[in-house]
């Protein structure tokens, strides 16, 4: 079979995971759009060009990628993921952390989750209890919970505010409360790493414009993952004045 080369984009935390000799990895869920590989306990994506540009992605321009099962065995290293025939090599890097903005204004995103209500009050006040009641708290790869946890995170970062407690707790727990894909990008969220359109809601709302089509932009990602990066986003900005 002959290796087919594709080039990739990637952040530089991406770049030092898939560095080093080969070595074998192992596909922990798919989806029409991504394949996540566990790479020494972390999870990368290899992107289609159509998939939400998560910040542990190697984003490509293939209109699909292989479907291969959870459990399938690959290879990764040499600054590659190699998947069949692909091999996805990093070519451009892309840097996914929110702008340092300082001082936001309070916002509401008008989204309901099925949600504890308490401890996203508690979230609110930077109280450190909320986590353990949102971890792992919904369906899915990145359940709702831990969206709104990283929106959290997300907000804090870029309007330079302490993360602490908060973040000591989800850091220490995320690993056996949720999944391998939510647990790593609740560790790039605290350090300011999103997607694009979190990005573009935070510039907006700095800027007073466009911050409807941003939030419009960002509740269409996924089933729920948007509402609550939204909602999380507004939690942290409630006491971010």
Same mark, same amino acid.
């Given at each position: 079979?002959?290796? #087919?080369?594709?080039?990739?984009?990637?952040?530089?935390?991406?770049?030092?995971?898939?560095?080093?000799?080969?070595?074998?990895?192992?596909?922990?869920?798919?989806?029409?759009?991504?394949?996540?590989?566990?790479?020494?306990?972390?999870?990368?994506?290899?992107?289609?060009?159509?998939?939400?540009?998560?910040?542990?992605?190697?984003?490509?321009?293939?209109?699909? *990628?292989?479907?291969?099962?959870?459990?399938?065995?690959?290879?990764?290293?040499?600054?590659?993921?190699?998947?069949?025939?692909?091999?996805?090599?990093?070519?451009?890097?892309?840097?996914?952390?929110?702008?340092?903005?300082?001082?936001?204004?309070?916002?509401?995103?008008?989204?309901?989750?099925? *949600?504890?209500?308490?401890?996203?009050?508690?979230?609110?006040?930077?109280?450190?209890?909320?986590?353990?009641?949102?971890?792992? #708290?919904?369906?899915?790869?990145?359940?709702?919970?831990?969206?709104?946890?990283?929106?959290?995170?997300?907000?804090?970062?870029?309007?330079?505010?302490?993360?602490?407690?908060?973040?000591?707790?989800?850091?220490?727990?995320?690993?056996?409360?949720?999944?391998?894909?939510?647990?790593?990008?609740?560790? #790039?969220?605290?350090?300011?790493?999103?997607?694009?359109?979190?990005?573009?809601? *935070?510039?907006?709302?700095?800027?007073?414009?466009?911050?409807?089509?941003?939030?419009? #932009?960002?509740?269409?990602?996924?089933?729920?993952?948007?509402?609550?990066?939204?909602?999380?986003?507004?939690?942290?900005?409630?006491?971010?004045?």
């Amino acid at each position: 079979m002959t290796a #087919r080369n594709v080039p990739g984009a990637a952040s530089t935390w991406v770049v030092e995971r898939v560095a080093g000799p080969r070595r074998p990895a192992e596909v922990v869920g798919h989806g029409p759009d991504a394949v996540y590989v566990d790479v020494d306990g972390d999870c990368v994506g290899v992107l289609a060009r159509d998939a939400v540009d998560l910040p542990i992605g190697l984003r490509t321009t293939l209109p699909r *990628l292989p479907g291969l099962d959870t459990g399938t065995p690959v290879v990764v290293g040499d600054g590659a993921v190699r998947l069949g025939e692909d091999v996805v090599t990093v070519t451009r890097l892309v840097d996914p952390v929110v702008p340092r903005l300082g001082r936001l204004p309070p916002w509401t995103p008008g989204v309901q989750l099925d *949600l504890p209500a308490p401890a996203l009050r508690a979230l609110a006040d930077s109280d450190a209890e909320a986590v353990l009641a949102l971890l792992g #708290r919904g369906d899915g790869l990145t359940p709702s919970g831990d969206d709104v946890l990283a929106g959290w995170m997300v907000a804090r970062y870029a309007t330079e505010r302490s993360l602490t407690p908060v973040v000591d707790v989800v850091l220490r727990a995320a690993a056996d409360r949720t999944t391998r894909l939510s647990a790593t990008l609740l560790r #790039r969220a605290a350090e300011g790493e999103a997607i694009r359109v979190c990005r573009d809601l *935070l510039l907006a709302l700095r800027s007073g414009s466009g911050v409807d089509a941003a939030r419009d #932009r960002l509740l269409r990602i996924g089933h729920t993952s948007g509402a609550a990066l939204a909602l999380g986003i507004s939690l942290g900005l409630e006491d971010a004045g």
